[in-house]
């Protein structure tokens, strides 16, 4: 199996940073791809930011410029740093990876529990 601990999340004002942090752990051979979404009350799970085992990144429109994904891969970890934080950013922020693991290598899709982030006008 694979766990995906989150944390980091918490309230902060406008304009202010927060960094996210998720660690994963279990029988993992290899991780393709570490990321972060994000659910807003009444809104759809949406893309906040995705890296590759190649080190390609991608960012949704909305965080462009301001959030920074970034990853330790001896750590398997992936990191979100958070700048110039808006209330729209308010949301539940999960982690997600697409991993190779457990006795069969197989392609092993994980969540984490998710973080809630606040941000106050």
């Known amino acids: 199996q694979v766990q995906l601990v989150e944390s980091g999340g918490g309230l902060v004002q406008a304009g202010g940073s927060l960094r996210l942090s998720c660690a994963a752990s279990?029988?993992?051979?290899?991780?393709?791809?570490m990321g972060w979404y994000r659910q807003a009350p009444g809104k759809q799970r949406e893309l906040v930011a995705v890296?590759?085992?190649?080190?390609?990144?991608n960012y949704g429109g909305s965080v462009k410029g301001r959030f920074t994904i970034s990853r330790d891969n001896a750590k398997n970890t992936v990191y979100l740093q958070m700048n110039s934080l808006k209330p729209e950013d308010t949301a539940v922020y999960y982690c997600?990876?697409?991993?190779?693991?457990?006795?069969?290598?197989?392609?092993?899709?994980?969540w984490g529990q998710g973080t809630p982030v606040t941000v106050s006008s």
């Open positions: 997600n990876a697409g991993t190779i693991a457990g006795p069969g290598f197989l392609y092993v899709e994980v």
């Open positions: 279990g029988s993992i051979f290899s991780i393709k791809t």
């Open positions: 890296s590759t085992s190649g080190d390609s990144t």
